[in-house]
């Protein structure tokens, strides 16, 4: 399927900037969520895009500076596990996606979002598209750079917290993440909202 092209049909409805958004990091136990917005234009010559979860890591990291040098406008933003835990996670999702979007150099007129949550960007003509990261290439970007950014903000918290092995998991719930909960407690890092069923399984053992 050509990703272009299903952007180019917002380009001749006359959308001068179109714009992809894309979140990152909605199911791990710690850790930011983050969100990208990407205007490619039309001949920015990226390819190989696609959903980031079905890119390869060494692919991923190669697109992400591609898509850097090549995008005529990008940002990243993040919402951390503070704001996570105190607005949920959808709501803390939906906010990266508006300081995404917030954070261009210049004002979209047209957001193509992932999913099917509209984020409240005033101003602008918003379309949420279900499994939009395999359908439209400013979606996919988005999607890839805030997965790489993620993954490359948990590498920073493994060397700060490397009891953890953040590496190693990138934060979700894996058994590995459960072992080293259990082994070591939450760290500031940690979403507490999500480790609601792991603390009450925690008190019945002690």
Avoid at 17 to 44: K, Q, S, Y
Avoid at 117 to 132: C, E, F, N, S
Avoid at 173 to 189: F, I, N, Q, R, S
């Amino acid at each position: 399927m050509d990703l272009f092209a299903f952007d180019r049909q917002f380009t001749k409805q006359g959308c001068a900037a179109v714009c992809g958004v894309d979140e990152a990091g909605r199911g791990p136990l710690a850790g930011p969520v983050f969100a990208a917005a990407v205007i490619l234009g039309p001949d920015c010559g990226i390819d190989g895009l696609n959903d980031s979860k079905k890119l390869t890591e060494k692919k991923r990291e190669a697109l992400y500076g591609e898509i850097l040098e090549k995008a005529r406008y990008t940002c990243i933003a993040s919402a951390d596990e503070e704001e996570i835990d105190r607005m949920n996670i959808l709501q803390a999702s939906l906010l990266a996606m508006r300081r995404a979007v917030q954070g261009l150099a210049v004002q979209p007129d047209c957001l193509l979002v992932d999913g099917n949550q509209d984020p409240g960007v005033a101003g602008l003509y918003i379309q949420t598209v279900v499994g939009g990261d395999a359908l439209s290439a400013s979606i996919a970007a988005a999607s890839i750079l805030a997965k790489v950014a993620r993954d490359r903000f948990l590498l920073e918290l493994d060397k700060k917290y490397p009891q953890y092995r953040f590496a190693k998991h990138k934060g979700y719930p894996t058994k590995l993440h459960y072992e080293m909960l259990d082994a070591h407690g939450p760290c500031p890092v940690h979403r507490r909202s999500f480790l609601k069923k792991w603390m009450a399984k925690k008190a019945q053992t002690v």
